[in-house]
């Protein structure tokens, strides 16, 4: 990309790190809802901590009132080495440090800076899963809640099938991406 560093990213959930002092960046999972009260904690403990956040309005029944929620639902990242990785671990709210393969996954420099680069030059950002030509998709908003179909293709918004499977025809329609969650995921290998 334009602009970005030329260094090489580590592959997804590398765990390589030299040494029990290397103080690197692990996500963290916490309970639902925990993530704001698991930051303060951490921040007493000395222990530094990343929780991403973005502005959402919410509406009640009297009010609408912008408000900061955190941008990954229960994750909060943490910059520790291993001997502080076990004391974050035991701050009230947290769950476990995210693994692959039964080590706990680095998280680099890189894309904790693309994380803070992004929040500070694009007002609204939403995160939402990855998502994959093929995978069985349902709408989770809108008049459309509830209908799920195939994903057909992703550009601006997402093309989705919708199989009228009785008279072997399909609908076809684009939706918005934060429209949708994925149910099933597409397996290229079958």
């Not at 009640?60 to 990954?72: A, C, I, T, Y």
């Not at 943490?78 to 440090?97: E, F, P, W």
């Not at 057909?152 to 008279?167: G, P, Y």
Request: net charge positive; proline share 4%.
């Amino acid at each position: 990309m334009v602009g970005e560093s030329s260094e090489v990213l580590p592959a997804v959930g590398d765990t390589r790190v030299n040494s029990s002092t290397d103080v690197c960046w692990y996500a963290m999972y916490t309970r639902s809802r925990h993530e704001k009260k698991v930051e303060l904690q951490l921040q007493e403990k000395g222990i530094e901590s990343y929780l991403p956040k973005q502005r959402v309005l919410r509406r009640w029944s009297d009010r609408r009132k912008w408000v900061e929620e955190p941008l990954f639902r229960c994750y909060i990242f943490i910059h520790v080495n291993a001997k502080d990785r076990l004391r974050a671990l035991q701050t009230y709210g947290s769950v476990r440090i995210v693994s692959f393969n039964g080590r706990p996954a680095v998280v680099s420099d890189i894309e904790i800076e693309r994380i803070k680069r992004i929040l500070n030059e694009i007002e609204t950002v939403q995160s939402c899963p990855p998502v994959s030509e093929g995978d069985i998709v349902e709408i989770v908003r809108g008049p459309l809640k509830g209908i799920r179909g195939r994903l057909e293709e992703l550009r601006d918004n997402m093309r989705i099938v919708v199989e009228v499977e009785s008279i072997h025809q399909a609908l076809r329609f684009n939706i918005d991406g934060l429209d949708v969650r994925v149910v099933k995921k597409f397996n290229k290998d079958k």
